[in-house]
């Protein structure tokens, strides 16, 4: 993993990202700030993105709906990470428990993924909350199956046989000799979970099952502009999905790169599962 | 084969159940929804009347039997906010639906192969290079934006293409001409297309160089075959198949997707019905789209785990 930062591609594109996020986090204006005489102007020097049908500037509130995107969505990746470790760590107790953890995946895998984001929002009553959780209990699947396969491959390896013939308790084998192997495929797969959360985050709220319009977000932000679109404001749509896209294409290449460095390095003996 | 159908089976039952519940759990009211938030304009029997007409005064479990009950006899329900049995909007909607998905599923499998084995039979040159960076591209562009990005170009900046809907203004969509239906139908389809696109070219490219790479490629090239023989025999044959049941089994997300691409070009197929009744918190038209969508992706899952059968079952003879 440490290689994989040491290409100086990933390591600038880390900082750029890094620097955006401060940026947004200390961009003085809030974008809330209406002045009517302002309003609808395009791209300039004075407004990098415009304003927009109040007179707000555009690029303030990208900048911050970029930061809430990143916050909710950095949560929701967060937990449901930590729910494709758990099941997976479930399905190692014994068969059955596999079988329910491979049907769990299955079935929620059955669904199209915008189906099941819309069903659990409605399920958690909307908001902020309704739709971290929403995103949370939606993308453990593939997760949850790459680490179920990686453990697997662990525990038919003769040390861990050994390690737990020795006598060693359950709890133990698996920390001392499973996690250590499994905790970079599953950071690597919480980095990579994360453009598919934005995206999805911003699509759900565009269609209006997320946030509330009134705070910026990227999915509000674009669903206002889709109502602007056919009057010829052009820049309320590009702007702000032109830096949300940018974030996810810097996000995705990174992951991309640690997946790589993943497979290549020397401390994985099981290969780097394959992420579609 | 059949142990694998009564799995999807099974999991096709578990979905449905797994739905009704988050819709029953939901904490948002459907009597409130229903009057469009103006609980207090009726009175307290008024209110009696509607909750049991709406069949709210029973338990989850009677209303989910009651509702299995009926789906049996092929009644979905009656949706509050058409006011019109859901039988009939699906009825009506489906078949658009169907036939933007069909469209922008062949066109991806299409133009994605050929993207696919272009990349793969000019590995490592320029072309690949293009192909592979587009194709990650494309795959990180949100669809909706992409959509409404090519809205704002070819509709309104250009005036090419008609800003809405599928039909013009007035018209049923199976009333239009075969032109004017393609016409309409080519922004969303072309969106669909080209999100969707992504993973069947890198699939391809990798499978296709590593059918350039084998054993059999280098024999029947030291046997001077050339190189448009090698792609006809060997490269198409080894690497079309898995492709397409790549392709049935993301069949899922391009529903998903027609739900994002019908709602921004405002088109009355099935997706934005189902987004429409969400937002309404419409339980029996929402499930009747649920359970539509999951046979959907049922059928596709089923013909790709029947394809990828019958491949092996090639592969061994």
Request: charged letters at 10%; a neutral charge.
């Amino acid at each position: 993993m440490r290689k994989a930062f040491a290409q100086p591609t990933v390591l600038t594109l880390s900082l750029c990202l890094l620097a955006l996020i401060v940026l947004a986090g200390l961009w003085p204006s809030s974008g809330a700030e209406l002045s009517l005489l302002d309003k609808n102007l395009p791209p300039s020097l004075n407004h990098l993105f415009g304003t927009d049908w109040l007179g707000r500037d555009l690029f303030s509130r990208s900048l911050k709906a970029l930061l809430a995107s990143f916050y909710t969505g950095g949560l929701a990746v967060a937990l449901s990470c930590s729910i494709a470790l758990l099941l997976a760590m479930l399905a190692q107790v014994n068969c059955a428990a596999r079988w329910c953890v491979d049907l769990l995946v299955d079935v929620f895998m059955s669904l199209p993924h915008l189906l099941l984001l819309i069903l659990l929002a409605l399920a958690f009553g909307g908001a902020q909350h309704g739709l971290i959780m929403a995103i949370a209990l939606s993308h453990w699947p593939r997760l949850t199956r790459l680490l179920r396969f990686e453990m697997q491959a662990i525990a038919n390896a003769p040390y861990f046989q050994l390690a737990k013939q020795f006598g060693q308790s359950p709890l133990t084998v698996i920390r001392r000799h499973m996690l250590p192997h499994v905790i970079p495929q599953w950071l690597v797969g919480g980095v990579l979970l994360f453009p598919h959360a934005l995206t999805h985050m911003a699509a759900l709220t565009f269609l209006g099952f997320g946030l509330d319009p009134v705070n910026p977000s990227m999915g509000a932000l674009l669903s206002q502009a889709s109502q602007y679109l056919l009057t010829g404001h052009w820049w309320l749509a590009l702007c702000p999905g032109g830096l949300l896209l940018i974030s996810l294409l810097i996000l995705s290449y990174i992951a991309n790169a640690l997946i790589t460095a993943l497979r290549r390095g020397p401390q994985t003996h099981v290969s780097g599962g394959e992420f579609a | 084969m059949l142990a694998t159908g009564l799995r999807l089976a099974l999991q096709l039952v578990l979905v449905i159940l797994l739905a009704y519940l988050l819709l029953a759990w939901s904490p948002l009211d459907p009597i409130n929804s229903y009057l469009n938030g103006n609980l207090f304009g009726i009175s307290v029997e008024q209110k009696a009347a509607l909750v049991s007409s709406l069949g709210l005064d029973q338990s989850v479990a009677q209303r989910m039997w009651h509702w299995l009950c009926e789906l049996v006899q092929g009644n979905l329900g009656f949706s509050p906010l058409y006011q019109q049995s859901v039988f009939d909007i699906i009825k009506e909607r489906l078949p658009i639906s169907l036939l933007l998905i069909g469209l922008s599923w062949l066109a991806s499998l299409i133009f994605g192969y050929a993207l696919g084995l272009l990349a793969g039979f000019y590995q490592g040159r320029w072309l690949d290079k293009i192909i592979r960076n587009c194709a990650w591209l494309v795959a990180c562009i949100p669809s909706f934006w992409l959509g409404m990005l090519l809205i704002s170009l070819f509709s309104v900046a250009l005036s090419l293409t008609p800003v809405c809907c599928a039909a013009p203004l007035g018209m049923q969509f199976s009333e239009q001409s075969l032109l004017s239906m393609a016409y309409h139908l080519l922004l969303p389809v072309l969106t669909l297309a080209l999100v969707h696109m992504a993973p069947i070219v890198l699939h391809t490219r990798e499978k296709v160089i590593d059918v350039l790479d084998s054993d059999f490629v280098e024999y029947s090239r030291l046997h001077g075959d050339s190189k448009a023989s090698v792609l006809s025999y060997h490269v198409i044959k080894n690497s079309l198949l898995p492709a397409i049941v790549l392709h049935f089994a993301g069949f899922a997300e391009l529903f998903g997707g027609s739900i994002l691409a019908e709602t921004v070009f405002n088109f009355p197929g099935l997706g934005s019905t189902l987004v429409k009744a969400g937002l309404a918190n419409d339980t029996a038209l929402l499930m009747g789209c649920t359970l539509i969508s999951a046979i959907l992706v049922f059928v596709g899952n089923l013909s790709a785990n029947g394809l990828s059968k019958s491949l092996l079952a090639g592969d061994k003879r």
